[in-house]
């Protein structure tokens, strides 16, 4: 279950292995790649919640300097109404991911349980 890539690769690649072998470490790698991938999309959308959370920290302190009445001020209010928005989105997206990644890592044994290498 653990079997990284590199080394499914080389016993797939291995002239020894048996095509059986070949086809369940391939199917194993790739749900290990799925849940990699999943991982990885999560990972990027959680960067982007930090990255609006340092922009709208940087926003709000410089809203503090300006009048209330000004085309910047305006403008900073609606890019946070914008942030917001997309923050909620990526929430439910982060959640998301995170519950298909969690499915995906309880497929991983299932699969090893089932593999047919006969």
Excluded at 24 to 38: E, F, G, H, I, R
Aim: hydrophobic share 35%; aromatic share 2%; glycine share 4%.
């Amino acid at each position: 279950m653990s079997l990284g890539g590199d080394q499914a690769a080389q016993y797939i690649r291995n002239p020894v292995v048996s095509q059986s072998v070949k086809a369940a470490l391939q199917k194993l790698a790739a749900l290990q790649q799925k849940v990699a991938d999943t991982a990885s999309r999560s990972t990027l959308k959680e960067q982007r919640v930090s990255d609006i959370g340092s922009d709208q920290s940087r926003i709000r302190a410089n809203m503090d300097r300006l009048s209330q009445s000004s085309d910047l001020y305006k403008r900073y209010v609606k890019t946070l109404s914008d942030e917001e928005d997309e923050l909620a989105k990526l929430r439910d997206d982060i959640a998301k991911l995170r519950d298909l990644e969690s499915a995906r890592r309880k497929d991983v044994p299932d699969c090893v349980q089932t593999l047919e290498v006969g």
